[in-house]
């Protein structure tokens, strides 16, 4: 018990040296109380010392993931950025399914988090979101390639070709975002994508257009 009032002492130090040191030394031979990790992970600042709080909140039992959901409800931006951060580095169904619940959150901080999260995990649930941040300039390149890897499926593919395409011809999207969209469309394999790529080739905007023709060669090489 001295020894854990000790570690959560050191966890609420002013250096975030201390803390980090107090992280790294718990191991298992000092286990810190699920709730009091949790409350480090919301509330760090430094990214040092928060990236081994997850770490060892990763490590832990499955009270985290409820807990760390219940973050995603704080009225305040940066703690729900660090409870979605938190829920990404934890494993297992569990966090699977309260990342799925972050597709629908109002901030669109947590769900870009967990659509990237659920990209790399084969959750295609995520290709709307996904799409919106290709479109809105928001990790546009760490969505691509989120898409990229749920491609490696055929049926997700051609859905995720079809949703691209949808969002270039639609009349508000700007050329910005149609080039955007266009660069995405070049790690999705199959019929549909490459059939987009050939009506994007003769876009209003000549970078879009030439975009379009580059990858086109690309497909034609391989």
């Excluded at 390149?141 to 490696?152: E, K, N, Y």
């Excluded at 975002?177 to 019929?191: E, K, M, N």
């Amino acid at each position: 018990m001295l020894q854990v009032v000790a570690l959560l002492q050191a966890l609420g130090s002013k250096s975030a040296d201390a803390r980090q040191r107090a992280v790294l030394a718990s191991g298992d031979q000092v286990p810190v109380p699920v709730e009091a990790l949790v409350e480090a992970v919301l509330s760090e600042t430094e990214p040092n010392v928060a990236g081994a709080l997850r770490w060892a909140l990763a490590r832990s039992d499955d009270g985290a993931v409820a807990l760390l959901a219940q973050g995603l409800g704080s009225p305040t931006a940066a703690v729900r950025e660090r409870a979605v951060r938190a829920l990404v580095d934890m494993p297992g169904a569990d966090a699977t399914a309260r990342l799925r619940d972050g597709l629908a959150h109002p901030d669109a901080v947590v769900r870009g988090h967990a659509a990237l999260a659920l990209g790399t995990r084969g959750v295609a649930d995520a290709v709307p979101t996904l799409i919106d941040m290709i479109v809105e300039g928001r990790n546009d390149t760490d969505a691509a390639d989120a898409l990229g890897l749920l491609a490696s499926d055929a049926a997700t593919a051609d859905r995720i070709a079809a949703g691209l395409v949808d969002r270039a011809a639609d009349d508000t999207t700007r050329a910005p975002a149609r080039g955007r969209l266009t660069q995405a469309l070049a790690d999705i394999p199959g019929p549909t994508a490459s059939r987009a790529l050939v009506e994007l080739s003769h876009d209003e905007d000549r970078a879009v257009a030439l975009t379009a023709v580059y990858l086109l060669q690309l497909r034609d090489a391989r």
